[in-house]
């Protein structure tokens, strides 16, 4: 069974997961794996998968140029990895990323392959329109039901796909996110504070990667704000965006306004590797405090459970779902500010009276091995269908 996967982007939550599921997937008794990639997909090096590195890259350190490229890219790669499905004979296109703008332009090049089409619906709805909204979900909703497969990560998500599409029950499979694994940090907690000026005595709350606006960070300062008595220490480490209210410069005002100058800390570049374990030591809980229209499965929540921190989250529907089925932090009752700085209480008051979390019956239930074993479950039923 050959198999080979699309990843449109070179790295970042999808990227990881790619890299982590052909991995898993790699190591199948008769399974072969190929990446289509990009030139500088990050995990390129450090794959023992073969990847077929030919997509067009879309990143660019100029804002209007990557702009660009990512536009052309939403034509040229999809037909490059159907291009490469068909030169290597492959059985199923695993599509990481769905360029559903474009869609109309390659999909009888998808449908009538000698191949299956399959995707990992992350996002089952996109929050943003690149061009058209409409056009986008109409097509979006197309190549759902032109699908032989989906995969999704919560019943919640499953049920919103088969809405969106309207699509039967058959099509749709829930597989785990495994752990996102990092370096351990030979450094101490004592170490890492006086480093980063933070006083010893402060419990530490982490929001940890890039800073969009469906992250909720604002709303997170705010609630922090509120908290009068224990107030944490907020560390914010990532990259964020270049405006809007996600921005370093709209985050820092906020810290300003409410005065919470010695309470947070704002780190705004991307964290390399070999720092994130140092950043999950510091933290006594990380902070997942997404607005509650973000659908998809979270991988800082999994680099969490490696880290085996505790988690705040907010009731966006798969966190939730996922959280509440295991014993690993709080749910907030809501995404605004008020019901946040609860949550943080009461999971401050769970820390306080040493609360025992199961990370382990999470890590067990949530591998990249059964995460394939289920993925190769639908690659040869379907593969059946049609034998």
Known sequence: ?????????????????THELATALHQEPGVEVEVACSPDFHHRDSSSYPIWPRLFAVG????????????????????????????????????????????????????????????TA??????????????????????YRDADALFVHSTLQ???????GRLGEQTSHIVPMGDFAFPETGANVDSLKRKLKIPSNRTVGLCFGMVRDDKNVPELIRALGLLK???????VAGKMTESGPSSRESLQGLVERLGLGDDVLLLDSFIETEEVGEFYQLADFACLTYRTDFTSQSGVLNVAMHFACPVLATPAPTLAETVAQYEIGTVCDDDTAEAICLGMTKLIDALDGEALFDFEAYRRAHSWKENARLTVSV???????VS
Not at 158 to 164: G, I, T, V
Not at 229 to 235: A, H, T, V
Not at 379 to 385: G, Q, V
């Open 229 to 235: 008595n224990r107030r944490p220490f907020l560390i």
């Open 122 to 143: 992350h996002d089952v709805r996109r929050a943003k329109a690149i061009l058209n909204r409409a056009w986008e979900e109409y097509w979006l909703a197309q190549f």
């Open 1 to 17: 069974m050959k198999i080979l996967f699309y990843q449109f982007f070179p790295g970042g939550g999808i990227g990881r997961y």
């Open 158 to 164: 499953r049920r919103d796909l088969m809405s969106f």
């Open 60 to 119: 660019h350190r100029i804002s209007w140029v990557r702009r660009i490229r990512f536009l052309l890219a939403q034509w040229i790669n999809p037909l490059c990895c159907l291009w490469r499905a068909k030169q290597s004979e492959v059985d199923v296109i695993h599509f990481s990323n769905i360029n559903h703008l474009t869609y109309p332009f390659w999909r009888l090049w998808a449908c009538y392959g000698s191949f299956r089409i399959v995707a």
């Open 379 to 385: 690659y040869r039923r379907i593969l059946a269908e």
